[in-house]
């Protein structure tokens, strides 16, 4: 089975990154299972219901995200309702929405998908290690693909928690600094692993966002509103193939396509 993993999808222009770029890429390569990190899909941070649905109709299979998805209010009974749209697993319980989901693929396969937060450099979560061990007890009884959106800031953590995991799943991909590592790999126990699959977004901003808005930030340290970048576009993204049979990945190709 061949997983297309789609890095965080930042406003319109990376949406339509997506609708331009996806087809040709479910083509070429031959893709059963379409994974994307849509935190920031609505106007550079958040998600809402017409940004998820116009990513679902564009291909997308599940839509995972990270510590933006509360950016707009309306996700809060959105992800109440539409289970495709996960958030990270270890929030609280009492939070709306779910970390984990089983879906049955193209080839009519259950694939399995995690949504997890890192804690370093981030917002106070549950522990992601434990809460994904425990997530995958039951997980594993109803697939053996599965796949992991780990969000995270820290490369030690990312890099940890895919080998805490190595063997138990067919992959642990990196989202969240929007900046695509060169370190792809399938780790000893079989697990694809990434440090960050990067951005789907435009190319000249900062990770997404108006460069010199970014500048002035950093020169006088005031508070200012961001706007996503305008021009062309990038697409990030991942090709896993996993052994059906085994769950284990034998291959994990880095991709990034500009979209004019």
């Given at each position: 089975?061949?997983?297309?993993?789609?890095?965080?999808?930042?406003?319109?222009?990376?949406?339509?990154?997506?609708?331009?770029?996806?087809?040709?890429?479910?083509?070429?390569?031959?893709?059963?299972?379409?994974?994307?990190?849509?935190?920031?899909?609505?106007?550079?941070?958040?998600?809402?219901?017409?940004?998820?649905?116009?990513?679902?109709?564009?291909?997308?299979?599940?839509?995972?995200?990270?510590?933006?998805?509360?950016?707009?209010?309306?996700?809060?009974?959105?992800?109440a309702k539409e289970h495709r749209v996960l958030r990270p697993l270890n929030y609280p319980p009492g939070?709306?929405?779910?970390?984990?989901?089983?879906?049955?693929?193209?080839?009519?396969?259950?694939v399995a998908v995690l949504n997890v937060s890192g804690r370093v450099f981030m917002n106070i979560f549950d522990c992601p290690f434990r809460?994904?061990?425990?997530?995958?007890?039951?997980?594993?009884?109803?697939?053996?693909?599965?796949?992991?959106?780990?969000?995270?800031?820290?490369?030690?953590?990312?890099?940890?928690?895919?080998?805490?995991?190595?063997?138990?799943?067919?992959?642990?991909?990196?989202?969240?600094?929007?900046?695509?590592?060169?370190?792809?790999?399938?780790?000893?126990?079989?697990?694809?692993?990434?440090?960050?699959?990067?951005?789907?977004?435009?190319?000249?901003?900062?990770?997404?966002?108006?460069?010199?808005?970014?500048?002035?930030?950093?020169?006088?340290?005031?508070?200012?509103?961001?706007?996503?970048?305008?021009?062309?576009?990038?697409?990030?993204?991942?090709?896993?193939?996993?052994?059906?049979?085994?769950?284990?990945?034998?291959?994990?190709?880095?991709?990034?396509?500009?979209?004019?």
């Amino acid at each position: 089975m061949k997983i297309l993993f789609i890095g965080d999808i930042v406003g319109k222009p990376g949406r339509m990154a997506v609708k331009a770029l996806l087809p040709n890429l479910v083509s070429r390569y031959k893709i059963d299972f379409i994974v994307a990190n849509g935190e920031n899909a609505a106007g550079g941070f958040g998600i809402t219901e017409s940004t998820a649905s116009e990513l679902f109709f564009y291909g997308i299979d599940i839509i995972t995200t990270g510590n933006h998805v509360w950016d707009k209010k309306e996700a809060l009974p959105y992800l109440a309702k539409e289970h495709r749209v996960l958030r990270p697993l270890n929030y609280p319980p009492g939070v709306p929405g779910s970390g984990s989901l089983v879906f049955t693929s193209r080839k009519k396969i259950p694939v399995a998908v995690l949504n997890v937060s890192g804690r370093v450099f981030m917002n106070i979560f549950d522990c992601p290690f434990r809460s994904a061990k425990a997530a995958l007890e039951d997980i594993h009884e109803s697939a053996k693909i599965i796949i992991v959106d780990f969000h995270a800031e820290a490369t030690s953590e990312k890099l940890a928690f895919g080998y805490y995991l190595d063997g138990q799943v067919s992959a642990v991909i990196g989202t969240h600094t929007h900046v695509q590592t060169a370190d792809e790999r399938i780790l000893p126990g079989g697990t694809a692993y990434i440090t960050d699959v990067g951005m789907t977004g435009p190319l000249l901003g900062v990770i997404g966002i108006e460069k010199d808005q970014v500048i002035d930030r950093f020169l006088t340290h005031m508070p200012r509103r961001f706007d996503v970048a305008e021009g062309k576009a990038i697409l990030s993204a991942v090709v896993i193939e996993v052994d059906e049979q085994r769950g284990k990945a034998t291959g994990i190709q880095r991709l990034q396509l500009t979209n004019p």
